[in-house]
């Protein structure tokens, strides 16, 4: 008898696995008719107009509310993968509407919309689910959710030829994370043809005013791309994302397969989307941001540091500011290491709890790039004129940020300038100016708002400066490291 429950039990889920996922919010969160939906996708990509990132997308992070409200600022992400040949998704999205622990994935079968089936790429799904380690299939987690769902028929608009694999995150520790990033970490491997998506809204808040400042803390953590420290602030609540934890696996997933640069392309929330910003009323922010790897002939590649010397480097700038604050010497260094002694600018950020504490750096490389490290460490935490010099005390709270720069490279058209990749500097008579390359993804700005902001808050200039040809514009990469990246 036990024999016959066991296999009946196994048949009920195999034919359950094949059967049509139908959709659970279509005519509410997006229009039911597929002429009309086809018709709203298409006008909302067309509005859109991303900055491309330097290199290839490896994911999406993407709004999931009503179309009306977050289709806008989905739209951004979307218009940037459209007719690329990736042909496994793997849509990463919070539970609403079921309370359960671990990760739930859809083994097979297909997800209906109104524009047609979605298969699930179920090859794919059994090599990451693992039921002791609390990856599973967990029926319910689907049965009424919506923020996978959304991300569909927008898809279905800009790829072809492709398959999903939908997961659903539960309430789920850090190790879970950790090993399900794993999991698909083994499963992609050198596969170029895997997009992964996190579904997210921002906060969710009474107060307009209340939701733009809790998003913009948000939005600063996520621009770290650390997974280990945005999970850590979405506990402390210093960050609130519904799909913070979607966030989280993906940024786990990106790092361990070289993918370490996020770019913000467009932030705002609902008051803005219907533009009714009342004092007082519910407000949710969207945010659409990609995670991309530098192409392969990206310039400034051949000054990238290994592990290791990005190791030594950030020994030294911390060796050399604890023997500065006892003695007020400089420490003597010897390396033999050539790409360390090449002749290379640098600049050293001292950051004390996540917010700045001192940041000095020489664009020009004078002096061999270890050398450079040394004495703007010293700059750093003693000579930035904005703060007082730090002390014995503060140093263990300190956490060491090292650009190490590309030489400068003259451009004549900001066409040759890669929001996200390059560093500029302005010079025009006497004044010029400098941002980082992670200015641009600290901020969200889109090119021209960059080069604004450089002219009028760093160099002293109009902010339209940069469009005087007597303005000369250089771009450099940098090298960005920091202590504890994960």
Same mark, same amino acid.
């Given at each position: 008898?036990?024999?016959?429950?066991?296999?009946?039990?196994?048949?009920?889920?195999?034919?359950?696995?094949?059967?049509?996922?139908?959709?659970?919010?279509?005519?509410?969160?997006?229009?039911?008719?597929?002429?009309?939906?086809?018709?709203?996708?298409?006008?909302?990509? @067309?509005?859109?107009?991303?900055?491309?990132?330097?290199?290839?997308?490896? /994911?999406?992070?993407?709004?999931?509310?009503?179309?009306?409200?977050?289709?806008?600022?989905?739209?951004?992400?979307?218009?940037?993968?459209?007719?690329?040949?990736?042909?496994?998704?793997?849509?990463?999205?919070? $539970?609403?509407?079921?309370?359960?622990?671990?990760? $739930?994935?859809?083994?097979?079968?297909?997800?209906?919309?109104?524009?047609?089936?979605?298969?699930?790429?179920?090859?794919?799904?059994?090599?990451?689910?693992?039921?002791?380690?609390?990856?599973?299939?967990?029926?319910?987690?689907?049965?009424?959710?919506? +923020?996978?769902?959304?991300?569909?028929?927008?898809?279905?608009?800009?790829?072809?030829?492709? @398959?999903?694999?939908?997961?659903?995150?539960?309430?789920?520790?850090?190790?879970?994370?950790?090993?399900?990033?794993?999991?698909? +970490?083994?499963?992609?491997?050198?596969?170029?043809?895997?997009?992964?998506?996190?579904?997210?809204d921002l906060c969710h808040s009474y107060d307009y005013e209340?939701?733009?400042?809790?998003?913009?803390?948000?939005?600063?953590?996520?621009?770290?791309?650390?997974? $280990?420290?945005?999970?850590?602030?979405?506990?402390?609540?210093?960050?609130?994302?519904?799909?913070?934890?979607?966030?989280?696996?993906?940024?786990?997933? /990106?790092?361990?397969l070289g993918h370490e640069k996020i770019m913000v392309l467009?932030?705002?929330? %609902?008051?803005?989307?219907?533009?009714?910003?009342?004092?007082?009323?519910?407000?949710?922010?969207?945010?659409?941001?990609?995670?991309?790897?530098? %192409?392969?002939?990206?310039?400034?590649?051949?000054?990238?540091?290994?592990?290791?010397?990005?190791?030594?480097?950030?020994?030294?700038?911390?060796?050399?500011?604890?023997?500065?604050i006892v003695t007020g010497k400089k420490a003597e260094f010897?390396?033999?290491?050539?790409?360390?002694?090449?002749?290379?600018?640098?600049?050293?950020?001292?950051?004390?709890?996540?917010?700045?504490?001192?940041?000095?750096?020489?664009?020009?490389?004078?002096?061999?790039?270890?050398?450079?490290?040394?004495?703007?460490?010293?700059?750093?935490?003693?000579?930035?004129?904005?703060?007082?010099?730090?002390?014995?005390?503060?140093?263990?709270?300190?956490?060491?940020?090292?650009?190490?720069?590309?030489?400068?490279?003259?451009?004549?058209?900001?066409?040759?300038?890669?929001?996200?990749?390059?560093?500029?500097?302005?010079?025009?008579?006497?004044?010029?100016?400098?941002?980082?390359?992670?200015?641009?993804?600290?901020?969200?700005?889109?090119?021209?708002?960059?080069? +604004?902001?450089?002219?009028?808050?760093?160099?002293?200039?109009?902010?339209?400066?940069?469009?005087?040809? +007597?303005?000369?514009?250089?771009?450099?990469?940098?090298?960005?490291? $920091?202590?504890?990246?994960?």
């Open positions: 008898m036990k024999r016959i429950a066991a296999f009946f039990c196994v048949f009920l889920l195999s034919a359950f696995a094949f059967a049509a996922k139908e959709p659970n919010v279509a005519g509410q969160f997006y229009p039911k008719d597929k002429v009309e939906l086809a018709k709203n996708i298409d006008e909302m990509l @067309k509005e859109a107009n991303p900055q491309a990132p330097g290199g290839e997308i490896f /994911a999406l992070i993407s709004p999931h509310a009503g179309y009306d409200f977050s289709g806008p600022t989905a739209a951004f992400g979307y218009k940037l993968i459209k007719g690329k040949p990736y042909k496994t998704v793997i849509i990463i999205a919070p $539970s609403h509407q079921y309370a359960f622990r671990g990760i $739930s994935i859809y083994p097979s079968g297909v997800f209906r919309t109104p524009l047609g089936d979605v298969n699930i790429d179920e090859d794919f799904c059994k090599k990451i689910i693992d039921a002791a380690s609390g990856i599973d299939f967990v029926e319910a987690a689907f049965s009424e959710e919506h +923020s996978l769902e959304v991300q569909l028929p927008f898809l279905q608009r800009v790829l072809k030829d492709f @398959k999903i694999v939908p997961v659903i995150i539960g309430d789920s520790d850090f190790k879970t994370l950790q090993v399900f990033s794993d999991k698909l +970490s083994e499963a992609i491997t050198a596969r170029r043809d895997v997009l992964l998506i996190a579904s997210t209340q939701t733009e400042a809790i998003d913009k803390d948000t939005i600063t953590e996520v621009n770290k791309m650390s997974g $280990s420290d945005l999970y850590k602030k979405l506990k402390e609540g210093k960050a609130q994302m519904c799909g913070g934890l979607p966030v989280v696996a993906v940024m786990l997933t /990106a790092k361990k467009k932030h705002t929330n %609902s008051a803005e989307a219907t533009g009714k910003k009342i004092k007082g009323a519910w407000t949710v922010g969207y945010m659409s941001a990609v995670v991309d790897k530098p %192409s392969e002939k990206a310039e400034g590649e051949n000054n990238m540091l290994n592990d290791k010397q990005k190791k030594r480097l950030l020994e030294i700038a911390r060796k050399t500011i604890e023997e500065y010897s390396e033999n290491d050539p790409k360390l002694k090449e002749a290379r600018g640098a600049f050293v950020t001292l950051r004390e709890n996540n917010e700045l504490r001192g940041c000095i750096g020489n664009m020009v490389g004078q002096k061999p790039l270890y050398l450079t490290v040394r004495d703007m460490a010293i700059e750093s935490a003693a000579g930035d004129p904005r703060f007082s010099p730090v002390t014995s005390q503060e140093l263990k709270n300190i956490k060491i940020e090292i650009s190490a720069l590309s030489p400068l490279k003259k451009i004549k058209s900001i066409d040759e300038f890669q929001l996200g990749i390059h560093g500029v500097v302005v010079k025009k008579g006497f004044n010029s100016g400098v941002f980082l390359p992670q200015v641009a993804t600290e901020t969200g700005w889109a090119k021209e708002e960059f080069l +604004s902001n450089l002219c009028s808050e760093k160099a002293g200039l109009p902010a339209d400066a940069w469009k005087d040809p +007597s303005c000369e514009i250089y771009v450099f990469t940098a090298d960005v490291f $920091s202590e504890n990246e994960n």
